[in-house]
């Protein structure tokens, strides 16, 4: 790495820390937002304070129902049902049901239970030990509305509905699968106590699935129910928590990429992803998902919904290896004092697949990491190599070619700006002799200044520009990043193999140790040794092209070569696709030195040189306005005054 590199990477540094201070909330944007904070903290204080009191009650509720189970009498079972439950004493007992509807993507287990959707299955997936791919752990999904209703504090989760089907009420049999051009309509309804004259009222969740799509319409439907819920009531608060289940063969990558992500404040913003974290989200919330590495869980309102409180953690009491992590969402639902009103929303199951996701045209396609960050790596991700990404895999050809084929293109496109940072170092080669003279003239560090002015005075005389080689350099180090943000979030390469890689969307194991290596891991990918190797191998070759042993910083040597063995350690779990693609770059790279080598003439190249330094040097714009501002003040050397 010679000087010009040093300086390009000191200037993309640059560049991202003006960017983060150039983007930092002014004082009044500041101010406002707190404002906002504060009017609504006594609001959601108000919340959490009765949240508390239905956590309360749920634990009473759980204990006092195992105590009349073992030594009450059925007429006290009911009795104490209607006193906790007043008009939905009916629904707090019952027998529960299973339903699968299934189409030609989803396979969705329904409960009568709760009336909920306690898990999904994507037909066209597998985990990675080649189980049916379910998006949650187990049936102990928790998806509820709380209300207060007379005095009590109702929660739909552990009341029992009744299924209708197609607006008739569903009494047993096989569902049909819905084809693909077809929807199925399937209700679950919680009906109360309470009748006026023949008119019932009832809470309904209707489910409408397409045959062909991972989005469904869900939409809450509520009858009667402002004669239940009491007064005052602006909205409803929903409890939906589930644990996720473990996908991909690394358990600890899996768990770096899943979180919660909303659309918050016009933006999408979501959790830590690395660490437990919570979240009180004050303001308006379009769609909250519960995010995996490559799969969702997505609930979406078709008008916002009113605040959220939202949480992701890990539970270290769960010893399940498939166990993931467990989310949860508390969501307010606007809730009108009307006699017929319904809250219409959706559900998203299925793949974080960019196009799938676009079509939507709810920014759901910001969970899937592009650089987002950083607009110009998204830019070259969604309308460069996602396209021929796709184009390619298009044909039919192994992902293992189709990324050889999208290397190729690559550095075809960048060979332009290979060839220019080549020249410019073979230009900086063949002045070394006399920028080392230099060096030997002004020894001290003293005459760092007088030796820094003589080298820029012999660049100039010789007609080059030290910071060509630079330039190019950072025009490639956003695809770089790019790619290095496509291949790990890829779904398409996900249980894709190639040559020895079972996976690329996965480490390539050739062994696996029987213990584990600090920073390293317990197995052995092949692909990153390989791409480790080529990676040294090209610094050997780039320091030698540069010539850069002497002018380079105390240590900066040693610390290119550092830099592979880290790269070792740092993707030895990462995507085996990824390593792949480097390891092509720089196989491609060996090529590309090897060709422009042959055809630059660096004797050519020294003769122009030494023509340009017989030119006279031509003046810059600045520099002549400079000696004109002194033609006018008078000359400093003549002593020449303007009076």
Same mark, same amino acid.
């Given at each position: 790495m ?24 002014s004082?009044e944007?500041?101010?406002r ?5 504060d ?5 959601m ?14 634990? !009473? ?11 009450s ?5 009911v ?13 707090g007992?019952?027998?529960e049901q299973?339903l699968v509807?299934e189409?030609?993507l ?17 037909k066209?997936?597998?985990t ?5 791919l379910l998006?949650?752990n ?7 509305? !709380?209300f ?5 504090t ?22 049909p ?13 919680l009906y109360?106590?309470?009748r ?11 489910y409408?699935?397409?045959g062909n799509d991972?989005m ?12 239940v ?13 589930v644990? &996720?289940?473990?996908?991909?063969k690394?358990l600890d990558?899996e ?7 909303y ?6 913003d ?8 919570q ?5 308006d ?16 309102g ?8 939202i949480?992701?953690?890990?539970d ?10 467990? &989310?949860?969402?508390?969501?307010g ?10 809250f ?11 196009r799938?996701?676009?079509k ?9 990491p ?17 396209p021929?990404?796709?184009w ?6 192994n992902?293992?070619i ?22 410019? !170092? ?14 030997k003239?002004?020894p ?8 820094q ?11 080059v520009?030290?910071?060509a080689?630079?330039?190019? &350099?950072?025009?490639?180090?956003p695809?770089?990043?790019?790619m ?15 040559l ?24 052995v990918?092949l ?6 190797v080529?990676t ?5 070759i ?7 042993? !002497?002018n ?14 880290m ?10 696709g ?6 092509l770059?720089?196989?491609l790279?060996?090529?590309? &030195? ?14 122009q ?13 600045f ?6 501002m002194?033609?006018q ?11």
């Amino acid at each position: 790495m010679d000087r010009n590199t040093i300086i390009g990477l000191l200037l993309i540094f640059a560049i991202f820390v003006g960017f983060a201070i150039y983007n930092q909330p002014s004082e009044e944007e500041r101010e406002r937002m707190q404002r906002q904070s504060d009017s609504l903290e006594l609001v959601m204080q108000h919340r959490a304070d009765s949240l508390a009191v239905v956590q309360a009650q749920q634990a !009473s509720q759980t204990s006092e129902k195992v105590n009349d189970e073992t030594s009450s009498s059925q007429p006290e079972k009911v009795a104490d049902l209607q006193d906790k439950l007043g008009v939905f004493s009916s629904a707090g007992q019952g027998e529960e049901q299973e339903l699968v509807i299934e189409s030609q993507l989803l396979k969705i287990f329904l409960s009568s239970k709760g009336g909920k959707i306690v898990n999904v299955e994507l037909k066209d997936y597998q985990t990675y030990d080649s189980l049916p791919l379910l998006l949650y752990n187990n049936k102990n999904t928790h998806f509820g509305y !709380s209300f207060p209703s007379n005095n009590r504090t109702i929660n739909t989760n552990d009341l029992y509905f009744k299924p209708y089907l197609n607006g008739q009420e569903w009494t047993g049999g096989e569902i049909p699968v819905i084809g693909i051009d077809d929807t199925l309509t399937f209700s679950m309804r919680l009906y109360t106590d309470r009748r006026e004259g023949q008119s019932p009222s009832y809470i309904e969740y209707i489910y409408t699935i397409a045959g062909n799509d991972y989005m469904i319409d869900y939409d809450l439907h509520l009858v009667g129910m402002n004669r239940v819920i009491d007064a005052g009531t602006n909205f409803l608060d929903l409890n939906y928590k589930v644990d &996720m289940r473990r996908q991909e063969k690394s358990l600890d990558n899996e768990r770096n990429e899943s979180t919660i992500y909303y659309y918050y404040l016009d933006g999408v913003d979501y959790l830590s992803e690395r660490k437990d974290d919570q979240e009180l989200l004050k303001r308006d919330v379009r769609w909250l998902s519960f995010k995996t590495r490559f799969f969702a869980s997505t609930i979406i309102g078709d008008q916002s919904f009113m605040n959220a409180e939202i949480k992701t953690f890990t539970d270290p009491e769960k010893t399940d290896e498939h166990y993931l992590k467990t &989310m949860s969402e508390l969501i307010g639902v606007p809730f009108v004092n009307k006699a017929d009103q319904t809250f219409p929303m959706r559900m998203y199951f299925g793949p974080l697949k960019y196009r799938t996701l676009k079509k939507y045209d709810l920014e759901l396609e910001r969970q899937i990491p592009l650089g987002w960050s950083f607009f110009l790596m998204a830019w070259i991700n969604i309308y460069a190599v996602i396209p021929v990404f796709d184009w390619l895999g298009g044909y039919g050809f192994n992902y293992g070619i189709v990324i050889l084929l999208l290397t190729i293109m690559l550095k075809i496109v960048l060979f332009p700006i290979a060839y220019k940072t080549y020249k410019s !170092s073979a230009k900086m080669r063949v002045l070394k002799p006399e920028i080392d003279e230099i060096s030997k003239k002004y020894p001290k560090s003293e005459d760092a200044m007088k030796k820094q002015q003589a080298t820029m005075a012999l660049y100039k005389k010789a007609g080059v520009n030290p910071m060509a080689g630079c330039v190019p &350099m950072l025009l490639q180090f956003p695809i770089l990043i790019a790619m290095f943000r496509f291949f790990p979030s890829s779904i398409e390469l996900r249980q894709q193999s190639f040559l020895w890689a079972h996976d690329l969307s996965s480490y390539d194991s050739i062994l696996d140790l029987p213990f584990s290596i600090p920073f390293y891991g317990d197995h052995v990918s092949l692909f990153t040794l390989l791409m480790t190797v080529s990676t040294i191998i090209y610094t050997k070759i780039n320091n030698e092209m540069m010539g850069s042993t !002497s002018n380079q910083m105390p240590g900066m040597k040693t610390m290119m070569y550092i830099m592979p063995i880290m790269f070792l350690g740092i993707f030895n779990n990462y995507a085996s696709g990824l390593s792949y693609y480097y390891l092509l770059a720089n196989l491609l790279t060996f090529a590309q &030195m090897y060709f422009i080598r042959r055809t630059i003439d660096e004797d050519k190249i020294r003769r122009q040189i030494q023509l340009n330094k017989k030119k006279p040097v031509k003046k810059s714009g600045f520099q002549k306005r400079l000696e004109e501002m002194a033609k006018q003040k008078g000359n400093p050397k003549t002593g020449k005054k303007r009076r």
